[in-house]
Each structure stands twice: as C-alpha cells, then as structure tokens.
C-alpha cells in the first residue's frame, strides 16, 4: 500500500514546500505536512523534486519535518449530510472546527467531513438477486424536509447484490447492500463514496440546452435567459451588486439545490451571507433556504491554495446531487479571487507569466471548471443538470483585463454590471447594452410552449426599442432632447417606462422580488399595447407633451408594484386604461 510514502521538507515557500531526492508520490495525492499534518496536495514531480501546495498556513514549518502520503487524490467525502451545512475550501464543516479551535481555524485540525455518529431513516430500494451497475439507487434517506437523498452505487461498481439490511436506522458508515463484482470479489457499499474533486463524475450523455432556469428577475428571465445545465458571467466592480444578485438567484430560481462557494471573498461580507442564508425561508416549501443548500466558506484571510481547491469541491458536490436527478445552481463568488490564488501560487513555483501575471494556463483551468456545468443524463437513466453562475470582480471595473475576458470565451451568458446604474441605485444593475445571452434561440421552443409563441418577439422589440434609446441619447447629450422629433421622443418615453417599469425591480418588495414568466409576459404586452397607441396618436399629430399630462407612462410603471402576483387578470384592465387614455386624447384634440 502507497500510504506509507514519505519524504522530508527540503524547501518552504508560502503554502508550497519542495522535497528533495526521489520518491513515489503520485500527482495530485493528498499528503500530510509536517508534524502538524497540515494537509497538502502534489503538484510537481520531478526526478529529483517533488512540489507539494499546502491547504494551510505554513508558518512554523522547519526543513526536515516529514511529509507523509495518503496513496489517493484530494477527494471530498459524498453522503447524506453536505446539505444544511458549512465547510471551509476542502470540505471540513466549520461549525465543528469551531467547536474544536475557536473562531479562526487552527492549523492541522482533523475532524469529518460529515457527522459518522448521526443515524439517517434509511429506505433500501434493491433486493438479493438484483444485478447493479454504477449510478444505480440502492437506498433513499430524507436528508432534509427538502431533498431526498438516493444513496447510488459507485461508477466503478458492477455486480449481483447478495445481501441487503432491512429498512430502518444507520449511519454513512454503515453497510448497507453487499455487491459480489464481476471478478468474484464482495464489495460492501455504505451510503459514503469518495471522490476526486478534480475529476469530473461521468455520465451517460449530454443533453442540448432546452430548458430556462427561471429565477424571478425580469432582466434575466426575459432579456437574458441561462439555461438548465449553462453557464452564466456576473461582472462587475465593488458594490455593483455581484453577491445580491447571485442572492436572489439562489432564493427564488428553480433549481432544486444551491450550492454557493464564497470563494476569497471578504471575511465581514461571507458571515452576512451566512447569517442571511441561515434566516431566509425557501419561498417554495416554506422551510428554511438552507435545507436545500450548501455553502462553502474560503475567506480572503485563508490559505490561497485552498481557495484554489474550493471551486472544485464545490463543483464535485454539485455532480453529485445532478447524478441523483437534481437540478443544481452553483453560485462562484468569486472567480476573479480564484485566479488570483492560480497567479500566486504560479508566482511561488517560478513559472512563466503572462497577461498581467496570471499565469498561462488561466483560460484552461476557467475553461475546464465552466465545461462542468451541463444537462446530463446520468448513469442511472435519470435527468440531472449543474449551471454555474460565476462572478467576477475585475479591478476597477475593467472588463477587459485577463479574468473577464477568457470568461467571456467559455460562458454563453454575460450580465454585465454598470457601476452608473449602480449608482443611480437602478438595481439589478446588469446593463442592457453590454449584457448577452446566447441561449435566447435554443430557449425559443419552450418559451412558444410555456409561456406564449409571442414571448420571443416581445422581447426582441423592447430590445430594439432600447438600442434606439442608447442611439438617440447621443443626440440628446449634444444637442438637447427639446429638438427631437415626437416619434423619436416617444421612444425616449417608452425606453423609460421599459427601464423603470420592468428592467428594474425591487428586492425588498413583497410582489416585485420574484415575478413568474406569465406576469413578465403580460407586463412586456402592456407596454407595447402603450407604445403602438401612442405610435398612432404622433402619427396624427399629437404633441408628446399632451400625451405625458395624461399620466398614462406613470401608471405604466407602477404595474410591478400594483398588481399583486396572484391576481394577474388586473393586467388586463390596463389595456382597457390605455383605449381610454387614447379616446381622451383623440376628443380634447379633435
């Protein structure tokens, strides 16, 4: 057995240490570091050198300290238990390193992943006889009001199970289903895989994007949809509303699981995000938001290599959840701190920069942690998907430093944030003009199905209506808005009630901070039932200034706040108001 490879500390450097001479560790093996047995990974060998990144301070360290090996890859532990809980960048639960340390973590600390003492109510679903291959249900535990959890053969698994324990208590240690493999061996199964977070979980086969992840917000919903299974960019600089953003995501979007990786973000901020997932309840099930939710906290004060690792444990929990059927949101807050840990640790090992320091292998490193995410039909036959929404923090605001940028290639859904609207506390603040989704078209089929044939072209013409906006207010800042024409004063009128009256919404409203697809739909038709009566109104001669003292574009607005969520036929009254509103004008100017 491999774990008893050891070597010596010849070199310390920050979190990576160096090894002199020859040994047989492998790439990538977890090792122990040092007689505190700080946990570390390999990620150089050389003929005469080995490198190894450690997950924790390394102050105190001496040369000559042992480093001992564990024989397997950095791994995360899978079982009932990950949801409604807390860990740090390599799965250990921060609730118990506190109870064993204090408040700041001590290095070297051992404790589980999950609690191996707690007893789930466990429902077997194979019986003897039964031939199993890997992704197959083998057990159902009720981890949380929320979520069923199917405890599922290994992939690497295939045989005859040739015993099982009857229904009731155990723990994730315990063995459940005895499996007599191809070879004639037995294995015994519990309800705890092991897996390498650098390893994607196969699968049986991708699915194409088809599917909206619905989230409530109608600048997402209706002008820039992600997909089921897609992958989405939120950049923006400091306080234009990355993590709010990604916070209404989590509450209100229809995944089944959130899984939210506070990735080198500031230490104040994450104990917010904690605090608040911890109170908020899911709007769905009425049960707390943290039954269907896990988070993983790695702070800007903790070890870079380990932030570096937190994206990929957080990815691992994700496919695990998808191979029993879920739908799994990741929230990456953020990944601009993620490449910045990439760039130090590159900095430590001498390597060669590029663009900015980063190192060369940024664009594949974002690459291979975005190509995670998809629709998938998993080993067991059933439909799973992970998206990955990822924010971004680019210095200053700069979109076109080295982190955005490559983003950029591998995500089909950009929400730009704009520090201006921001500022005018125009919230979401994803501007309109530089945002994009490339899924509008591989959506179109279920929105015509869903929603309404019309939705698509609705959207596209307020669109329109907004990029002459943009065009006309050049003008506007030149040469004034009084010299326009009333045709082209009326779009100036329509884009406003557009950017007021839909794109921006309120969070803290009981009616406006989640807004299903039928509402978003009915309020686009309102708007452009206005626009097209005004339209014929200045065809006619009608002065904007008449039709703006009739207050129509004010009640327009206000429709997010007025009509409550259930009871949408009051959107139809409207239309009537606004046949009203074009009577009136006609008979004061006949």
């Avoid at 007021?500 to 969070?507: M, S, V, Y």
């Amino acid at each position: 057995m491999n774990s008893r490879n050891t070597g010596k500390i010849y070199g310390i450097n920050g979190p990576v240490i160096y090894l002199k001479g020859k040994h047989d560790f492998k790439m990538s093996e977890m090792v122990y570091v040092g007689n505190e047995k700080l946990v570390g990974e390999v990620i150089s060998l050389d003929k005469n050198l080995t490198t190894i990144q450690v997950y924790e301070e390394t102050s105190g360290l001496k040369p000559g300290e042992i480093v001992e090996g564990t024989g397997s890859a950095v791994s995360v532990t899978l079982a009932p238990g990950i949801l409604d809980n807390i860990f740090d960048g390599i799965e250990r639960p921060l609730e118990q390193i506190a109870e064993k340390g204090g408040a700041f973590i001590t290095r070297g600390v051992s404790v589980d992943s999950l609690d191996t003492v707690r007893q789930w109510d466990t429902h077997i679903t194979v019986e003897e006889g039964d031939l199993v291959h890997g992704g197959m249900v083998i057990a159902e535990v009720p981890e949380t009001r929320a979520i069923m959890h199917r405890c599922m053969v290994p992939p690497d698994v295939e045989g005859r199970v040739v015993s099982v324990v009857p229904d009731g208590k155990y723990t994730i240690q315990d063995v459940l289903v005895k499996v007599e493999l191809v070879d004639g061996n037995i294995r015994e199964l519990t309800m705890t895989q092991k897996w390498p977070i650098r390893v994607p979980r196969p699968v049986s086969k991708r699915f194409p994007a088809s599917v909206p992840l619905v989230t409530g917000q109608r600048i997402l919903d209706t002008m820039f949809p992600i997909a089921k299974g897609g992958t989405a960019a939120i950049p923006g600089g400091f306080g234009t509303g990355k993590t709010m953003t990604q916070h209404q995501i989590a509450k209100w979007s229809d995944a089944d699981i959130i899984i939210y990786i506070g990735c080198g973000e500031r230490g104040n901020e994450m104990t917010q995000v904690l605090e608040e997932f911890s109170e908020l309840v899911d709007p769905k099930s009425g049960n707390p938001l943290m039954d269907r939710t896990t988070l993983i906290a790695n702070t800007s004060n903790m070890p870079v290599a380990a932030r570096e690792a937190s994206i990929y444990t957080g990815l691992t929990l994700a496919e695990y959840y998808r191979d029993m059927g879920y739908d799994v949101a990741i929230m990456a807050d953020s990944t601009s701190r993620w490449a910045e840990a990439l760039r130090e640790l590159s900095g430590r090992l001498e390597e060669m920069p590029a663009e900015e320091g980063f190192p060369a292998y940024l664009a594949s490193r974002l690459s291979a942690f975005y190509e995670r995410a998809g629709m998938m039909q998993t080993l067991n036959g059933a439909t799973g998907s992970v998206s990955i929404i990822g924010a971004v923090s680019p210095q200053g605001g700069d979109f076109s430093e080295p982190v955005t940028q490559n983003t950029k290639r591998f995500v089909r859904c950009f929400w730009g944030l704009d520090k201006s609207l921001a500022y005018a506390r125009h919230f979401p603040a994803i501007h309109w003009m530089t945002s994009y989704s490339e899924y509008l078209n591989d959506l179109s089929g279920w929105y015509s199905d869903h929603v309404s044939p019309k939705f698509l072209d609705y959207r596209n013409r307020m669109m329109t209506l907004l990029n002459q906006e943009n065009s006309l207010m050049e003008i506007v800042k030149l040469i004034g808005g009084d010299v326009l024409p009333d045709d082209q004063k009326l779009i100036l009128e329509i884009a406003r009630v557009i950017r007021l009256g839909f794109l921006q919404q309120n969070a803290f409203h009981k009616d406006d901070t989640c807004v299903s697809l039928e509402k978003q739909f009915k309020m686009m038709d309102v708007i452009l039932y206005l626009y097209k009566a005004c339209r014929k109104l200045v065809a006619m001669g009608m002065p904007m200034s008449v039709l703006k003292a009739e207050g129509i574009f004010e009640k327009v607005i206000a429709i997010k706040y007025d009509v409550p969520n259930d009871n949408l036929q009051l959107l139809d009254m409207y239309k009537v108001d606004i046949d009203n509103f074009y009577h009136r004008v006609m008979e004061k100017n006949a």
